[in-house]
């Protein structure tokens, strides 16, 4: 089941921006509750991803994977953004680094940050139950 981001998530991103706040990307909110819930994936993204991606999915020339919009116009699915980040991320030989769990969890830390609600337990197949495009 989906449940779109909610408004708040936008307003709250509208306000850091007006503060000038560092955020850049995630919702400071969801991340923090992303952290909490899968430990594992915050350690993959931050260790695996974060130093193309930034801690808070927005570096500068590289599409952004966190914040308004984000992997929403690029997957359809949660298993489409599972499959792509096992087919392509991180470029490059570390790559080899990541087992099958890890893949599954940074997908669910990904989506957690995005607001998207994900089943439990969160796996390839449940994945393919969580809709990233507006309908
Ligand atoms: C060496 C730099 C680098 C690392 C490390 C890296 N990425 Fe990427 N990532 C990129 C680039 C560049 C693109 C754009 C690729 C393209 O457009 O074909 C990308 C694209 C993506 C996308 C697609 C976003 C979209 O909407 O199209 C996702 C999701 C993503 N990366 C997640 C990750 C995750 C998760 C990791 C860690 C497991 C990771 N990346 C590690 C450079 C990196």
């Known amino acids: 089941m989906t449940r779109r981001q909610p408004l708040t998530?936008?307003?709250?991103l509208?306000?850091?921006?007006?503060?000038g706040n560092a955020?850049?990307?995630a919702d400071e909110g969801n991340l923090v509750a992303a952290r909490k819930a899968v430990p594992d994936g915050t350690k993959v993204f931050n260790l695996y991803c974060a130093s193309c991606h930034g801690e808070h999915g927005v570096a500068p020339g590289v599409v952004?994977?966190?914040?308004p919009g984000a992997l929403r116009s690029s997957f359809g699915t949660g298993l489409d953004l599972l499959r792509y980040l096992e087919a392509t991320?991180?470029?490059?030989?570390?790559?080899r680094?990541?087992?099958?769990a890890?893949?599954?969890a940074v997908t669910e830390y990904l989506l957690r940050v995005q607001g998207v609600a994900v089943p439990e337990p969160f796996d390839a197949r449940s994945a393919a139950s969580v809709q990233l495009r507006a309908r």
């Open 9 to 12: 998530f936008f307003a709250a």
């Open 102 to 104: 890890d893949y599954v």
């Open 97 to 100: 680094d990541l087992s099958p």
């Open 14 to 19: 509208l306000l850091a921006g007006c503060h």
């Open 23 to 25: 955020l850049g990307g």
């Open 64 to 67: 952004p994977v966190m914040g």
């Open 89 to 95: 991320m991180p470029p490059g030989p570390s790559a």
